[in-house]
């Protein structure tokens, strides 16, 4: 166990890079988190900023990362992520809350191509519809979808974050994929969960 003496370490490493941060803008923040994230591949902390970020605020990380560094965050992610820089690059140009329109058609179909996703085990190679489907359509939409998925059989009340997180064996895959759900259905209470986890890792 972490002694007493390297828990109040870690509090003053930690107060000291918030004090850092303090003295940032918040954009400016952001951006330097991104650009750092992406220069070492820290694929962790490029997922909770490209999913907990509104459309807005996105759009402003965007366009304040290029004046600053002369590259595009799209461009930097095809060159220095590996494996997921497909999802990643998917959510980066997610509509999120851009608009609330909900078509119950495709609603149906959604639901129905998820539930085959999970039969499957989520195997997203078998199911490629998975992704374009979570990334494609606003979050008003979405949450349609996940209500009716939480509905989908007699007393399966699962929710698809945890059908998720059960099943897909790519583990960062699956954590980031869970964040983004997440991030759709309360972007709030993922704030909360993430803030918890910080603060207990301490102790």
Not at 37 to 51: D, G, K
Request: aromatic share 6%; net charge negative.
């Amino acid at each position: 166990d972490m002694g007493l003496c390297e828990r109040m370490m870690m509090l003053i490493i930690k107060g000291n890079t918030l004090s850092c941060s303090l003295l940032l803008k918040p954009i400016d923040y952001d951006v330097e988190c991104l650009r750092e994230a992406i220069m070492e591949a820290n694929e962790s902390v490029i997922c909770e900023m490209l999913c907990t970020r509104t459309h807005s605020e996105l759009t402003d990380i965007l366009s304040t990362y290029e004046t600053d560094f002369e590259s595009a965050v799209k461009e930097d992610l095809e060159n220095f992520i590996g494996d997921h820089r497909h999802l990643y690059l998917s959510i980066l140009e997610s509509p999120r809350d851009r608009d609330n329109t909900v078509d119950e058609n495709l609603v149906t179909e959604h639901l129905n191509k998820l539930i085959s996703a999970e039969r499957s085990r989520w195997d997203l190679i078998s199911n490629p519809d998975v992704i374009p489907i979570l990334t494609t359509n606003n979050f008003a939409h979405l949450r349609a979808v996940f209500k009716e998925f939480q509905k989908r059989d007699k007393g399966n009340m699962e929710m698809i974050e945890s059908s998720i997180k059960k099943s897909l064996h790519d583990e960062f895959l699956s954590l980031c994929l869970v964040m983004w759900v997440k991030s759709i259905k309360n972007v709030t209470r993922l704030f909360s969960e993430l803030l918890y986890q910080s603060v207990t890792s301490l102790y």
